[in-house]
């Protein structure tokens, strides 16, 4: 466990559904929901998606929000309850794999899954094997949607595309996840294709901040969300992702909010998050 997953972490998830919001409801409104009853939200955190999926399939949708993270959940009962949806939602503290299980061997599976920033070798040392899985806890013709935010091909830092690249690597080496291979991070639907699923497929819905302060949310996600996980990667892994000491510092002083050379207060400062969704479906018996 990184420093940043033991602190902060309810600013950091609630920094980061505020600013993905837009994108998740432009994701789940692609998924077409309408009519589909039974959803699961799998790994819901602060219940990010929990909203649009609920109103996305009408009021006589449940949807099943699950999260091994218990400590978490009422953030995501109190969105639930704030916009108006807790009817719809039951809220579990549970393995996913265990939910997914559940629901395959039943022979009850869900109309539809979606799940945000979950399937990924920082939470699953076989992420294929969890959609496999996944494939299997849908009803026939039921959809599953993989959203991601795309941290590791966002324009953090304009103007430093050495550092960027860098910063990048370091963070893949803190959390331990591969930079290639069949757990990449990216090939959701490679692995959507080889569980069988049909009509798979890639939107993106980018999340721009410029200017920076014109989304109240974009500033909030970057100090809460971003700059504490790089800003840990480059001190702990910087030298391991080719960077020197001095590359080092001046990456922390881009980073540190307050600080004279802080990028975000620089004239023209932009951001960009290319959000992903992969979608597939079940095959109809």
Known sequence: MTDIQKNGLVPYLLANRAFVAPAVEQAVGAMNLSGRTRL???????????????????????????????????????????????????????????????????????????????????????????????ARALAPGGVLGLFTSNYYQAMFLPGHSRLERAARTASELNWGIPSGGPAHYELHTVWMEAAGLLDVHVNVFPRVGSPVDADPTVRPYLENAVWPELRESLVKRGADAGLSSDEVAEAERLLTPGHPDYIVDTAGYYMVHPTLLAVGRRPSD
């Open 40 to 134: 699961l939200d799998a790994g819901t955190g602060a219940g990010g998606g929990l909203v649009a999926l609920a109103r996305a399939a009408g009021p006589g949708a449940r949807v099943l929000a699950v999260d091994r993270n218990a400590d978490v959940l009422d953030l995501a009962r109190e969105h639930a309850r704030a916009e108006g949806v807790s009817d719809r939602v039951q809220v579990r503290a549970a393995d996913l794999v265990d939910v997914l299980d559940e629901a395959a061997g039943s022979g009850d599976g869900f109309d539809a899954i979606w799940a945000s920033d979950v399937v990924w070798p920082g939470n699953f040392d076989d992420p294929g094997a969890l959609v496999a899985r996944a």
